[in-house]
């Protein structure tokens, strides 16, 4: 600008002196020479990079959380319709005031957090440390300046939600729902039952019942099998706190699934008659198969792994020890040797009997076990020990692995899971393994297995080189509230080494119980006359309930299999039949699930305030009642650290990036060139 301005006083100083038609021409041209030399300065400067410092500042408003919980509990209580109506309007009425000076997050919590949802107060579980989990995630760094938890204070799935407010570090507002008011009620609290039963047995049913307010009452108990009356007896009430376990026994008559129907008698001015019916199914089956968990010492993985093991029906697991075991191995499918052969323990006569008898055998290394006999007791793994020496190890999955499936989320959660106790040393393992897991130290990948397969004619054997499956199932259920991940690890494990080698070319897996808010799934495989799996052929599923009607589903095919979600399904027994055809063969499978119903929410109907108002005290907040909730907006603008905040923001940028400079260059280029088309230089 300097050199235009410069070129622009000379030039207009030679046309004083020069004046006339060719002062001016000379004029011109002496500006459109200062033009072309400002262009040229201009970009030659650009070619040096220079940079542009912008500072830009960003207020943001402190955010508000408003959770409300919409479980079921919360109007089962006298004041259902003003929680329905009146009580919903002043919550928006709240949430319009706060809008005005602060930013509104409106969020429902029940069995799972939702963002900005409608509320009906329909859900069938409170999860309230799982919506504090996700406010962690979601506004760590965000201007967070308080959350309003309305609630009864009644949770039923998930961690205590007393200590998990520290982590956001803000005030908690709670809104104290429900009633705390003590109501003539009948109670089952708790049914307790096998989910199978074996044919021909007979089978007990725990009911525990609670009574409030009921003194001298006596209601009836009644027990139905399907539609076939097995227990009715009086319950005589003895006092106004009032709690009694009843066992029932029922007959395991005929194969297949049964249901079970609780009813206690409602009596008159009953707070709730929800809570009063319990529906459970029981599955009749003909036999199960055994599993023989055999340890050097007690341990906590051995409890971890029966309990994982019985979640399926199809399997019964017993625990032992090799110095007291007297059994005979015959009896079972499959024996779980865990860290054995030890250090005190060689198994010398058990080794024998183990290559004699017909059963799959499955050895858990850990701390105890002796490595050198273990080499010699099998051949499908080698460990050059380092005399009892452990390494902490991961569980890093084996993408090759073909024995069975496993989804990519429940492989890549197992990675993450708290590492296993490994002994110490060399691994060789015989070609012919499958490994389905290998061992990770730390970040570090390595070759040597943890957990592998073998098959030599019929004698199947695995070998999971680590302890601690206990910490897997506990890491688990902290952070999901279930277990199904580590038990669908064990289960598919023992499925196999059960199975006996007879492939068949027709599998469908299912679970024989779902719960009303669970989603039905389904996978099934296809094998083709070499054995080996394909998804080719489509397969077609018809499910049919108790009222004979018909539901047509397509599997979706995956990328060796075939897995299908049906949706949730009402409470009721339901059966279905499978459809592929492999090449001219029609395959066909059939089977059957229930649908049983989630009455956690009925169970307690006494609302919890002193733990809402723990939670309000150990934020820094304060608990109101529904009433109140108008108030709440002038207890928050009275924290004057609610405040927004103001974030300064430094930039760097190429001054030739700029657009403005881009245009700035056109115009004086297509000045000069209008110039000397004026003055006819070209």
Not at 83 to 108: G, H, I, M, T
Not at 296 to 323: C, F, Q, T, W
Not at 588 to 616: R, W, Y
């Amino acid at each position: 600008m300097f050199c235009l301005l410069a070129g622009f006083v000379y030039a207009f100083a030679l046309y004083r002196n020069d004046k006339g038609i060719e002062g001016l021409s000379i004029w011109l041209v002496r500006l459109l020479a200062s033009l072309r030399f400002l262009v040229v300065s201009v970009l030659c400067f650009l070619l040096l990079s220079p940079l542009i410092k912008t500072i830009t500042n960003q207020v943001e408003k402190p955010l508000i959380v408003i959770a409300q919980d919409n479980s079921s509990s919360v109007v089962m209580g006298k004041d259902s319709s003003f929680y329905k109506n009146e009580y919903k309007q002043k919550l928006k009425n709240l949430s319009d005031a706060l809008s005005k000076d602060y930013e509104v997050r409106y969020y429902s919590f029940g069995e799972n957090p939702k963002d900005n949802p409608e509320i009906d107060f329909s859900e069938k579980q409170t999860n309230i440390s799982q919506l504090f989990d996700n406010l962690d995630v979601q506004y760590n760094y965000r201007n967070l300046g308080a959350v309003i938890l309305a609630s009864d204070g009644l949770y039923n799935a998930g961690r205590t939600p007393l200590y998990a407010p520290e982590v956001l570090n803000v005030p908690f507002y709670t809104i104290a729902m429900g009633d705390t008011t003590v109501f003539k009620d009948l109670i089952i609290t708790q049914v307790i039952n096998n989910k199978t039963a074996v044919l021909g047995n007979s089978f007990p049913i725990e009911i525990s019942i609670e009574a409030r307010q009921c003194a001298g009452q006596r209601p009836m108990l009644s027990v139905k099998q399907d539609s076939s009356l097995i227990y009715n007896k009086e319950l005589p009430i003895a006092g106004n706190k009032f709690r009694t376990t009843i066992t029932v026994y029922a007959d395991a008559k005929s194969k297949g699934v049964h249901q079970f129907e609780i009813q206690l008698q409602t009596l008159s001015g009953e707070v709730s008659d929800a809570n009063n019916k319990r529906i459970v199914f029981i599955d009749i089956i003909e036999a199960k198969e055994k599993v023989l968990i055999l340890a050097d010492s007690p341990h906590p993985d051995l409890g971890a792994m029966k309990n994982a093991i019985e979640v399926s029906r199809n399997y019964d697991a017993k625990i032992d020890y090799a110095n007291s075991f007297t059994g005979n191995l015959a009896d079972y499918e499959l024996v779980i040797l865990h860290q054995l052969p030890s250090f005190d323990n060689k198994m010398e006569a058990l080794s024998e009997k183990l290559k004699t008898a017909d059963v799959s055998v499955m050895y858990v290394l850990g701390a105890q076990t002796d490595a050198n006999t273990f080499n010699k007791m099998q051949g499908v793994l080698n460990i050059g020990s380092a005399n009892g020496k452990t390494n902490a190890t991961q569980a890093n999955f084996n993408n090759s692995f073909s024995l069975f499936t496993v989804s990519d989320n429940d492989w890549k959660y197992i990675q993450n899971l708290p590492p296993l106790t490994s002994p110490f040393g060399v691994y060789k393992s015989t070609a012919n393994n499958y490994v389905m897991y290998r061992q990770g130290l730390g970040n570090i990948s390595t070759d040597q297995p943890l957990f592998l397969f073998n098959q030599t004619g019929e004698k199947k054997i695995a070998v999971l080189a680590g302890e601690g499956i206990w910490r897997w199932r506990i890491k688990e259920f902290e952070e999901r509230s279930t277990q199904l991940i580590t038990d669908d690890f064990l289960q598919k494990a023992v499925q196999y080494l059960c199975v006996k080698d007879k492939r068949e070319p027709f599998k469908v897996k299912w679970k024989n119980n779902y719960y009303e808010n669970e989603p039905i799934k389904m996978e099934a495989e296809l094998y083709n006359k070499s054995g080996e799996l394909i998804n080719a052929p489509d397969i077609k599923l018809s499910v049919f309930n108790s009222d004979g009607k018909t539901f047509d589903y397509n599997f979706s095919k995956t990328e060796k299999a075939y897995s299908i979600s049906l949706g949730n399904y009402p409470v009721g027994k339901y059966s279905f039949k499978a459809l592929a055809k492999n090449g001219e063969e029609q395959l066909s499978k059939t089977g059957s699930f229930t649908v049983s119903p989630l009455q956690v929410e009925a169970i307690e109907t006494i609302a919890d305030h002193q733990l809402m108002n723990l939670i309000a005290e150990k934020s820094g907040g304060k608990m109101i009642y529904p009433q109140q909730v108008e108030t709440l907006k002038d207890i928050i603008k009275a924290r004057k650290e609610i405040t927004s905040v103001s974030y300064e923001q430094k930039q760097l940028k190429d001054l030739i990036n700029l657009k403005w400079v881009f245009f700035l260059l056109f115009l004086f280029l297509a000045i000069e060139w209008f110039l000397r088309k004026r003055v006819g230089t070209y």
